[in-house]
């Protein structure tokens, strides 16, 4: 399973999933199935219209709305943080490959290679479909050129299954109360974190993410628990004060 780091606002490294093939091209159906039918109600309006529309504002009107599909993907990126409503249903967004949201420049360029990607001469997408299911990060051309890709913004695991998907004793009793700083993406940020260093040994994601969350939430590690300890002991401690707050 393909991913890319990205460095959330704590400075932890995080392990984002790669979007698929499938995904990207239903995201771009949906944002084709709007214009279609867009351009059907458009159709019937000119129709309705044209008996008392000059042929001069028929085509004003015409322009205005090739000019909406030819610039739909590059507004839509920059206004709506890297997603069309497409990518925004299938909850997967466009993002730099150092994992910071892109720049103007880098959503032009991809946006200015969709004529190779996906342009009639160039085999109508056949291009960005076999670089999509060829490349390491599933890029297509305009996505290499402009280093980006598109990601999954959905978590791995959703917060219920973060704070809530393990049971604790009747009788535990929490050890750190300040757990009630943190908010549901601290939680999840620290379950990331876990996730990762059972997956891959990296012990250096537990000293950082530790020595963010003891600043937090004000509290030092105790003697008698080291980092990976405490931020499991973290994680029942939110779930149990929290279900008393429901």
């Not at 008392?52 to 085509?59: F, K, L």
């Not at 920059?78 to 420049?105: A, E």
């Not at 379950?191 to 994601?205: F, K, P």
Request: glycine letters at 6%; one cysteine or more.
């Amino acid at each position: 399973m393909d991913s890319i780091k990205i460095s959330t606002t704590q400075n932890i490294d995080i392990d984002y999933e790669v979007s698929g093939l499938g995904e990207r091209m239903a995201a771009r159906c949906i944002d084709l199935a709007i214009f279609v039918v867009g351009g059907i109600i458009f159709m019937i309006l000119m129709t309705v219209a044209s008996m008392n529309m000059s042929g001069t504002a028929a085509i004003v009107i015409a322009i205005i709305f090739f000019a909406i599909f030819a610039f739909y993907d590059l507004v839509c990126e920059m206004m709506m943080n890297g997603q069309s409503i497409g990518k925004r249903v299938l909850k997967i967004k466009v993002i730099s490959l150092d994992g910071t949201q892109p720049t103007f420049s880098q959503y032009l360029l991809r946006w200015l290679f969709r004529i190779i990607d996906f342009g009639i001469p160039f085999g109508w997408g056949t291009v960005a479909l076999i670089a999509v299911a060829v490349s390491k990060n599933h890029q297509r051309l305009g996505d290499m050129l402009a280093k980006t890709t598109v990601i999954k913004t959905v978590p791995r695991t959703q917060l219920e299954n973060v704070a809530f998907s393990f049971s604790l004793p009747e009788d535990y009793v929490p050890r750190f109360k300040e757990v009630l700083h943190l908010n549901d993406r601290d939680v999840e940020l620290i379950h990331e974190v876990l996730m990762g260093y059972y997956q891959t040994g990296n012990a250096e994601l537990i000293y950082t993410m530790t020595a963010k969350t003891t600043a937090h939430i004000a509290v030092n590690v105790p003697a008698d628990m080291n980092e990976l300890q405490f931020l499991e002991t973290v994680l029942k401690d939110y779930k149990a004060l929290t279900s008393v707050a429901i």
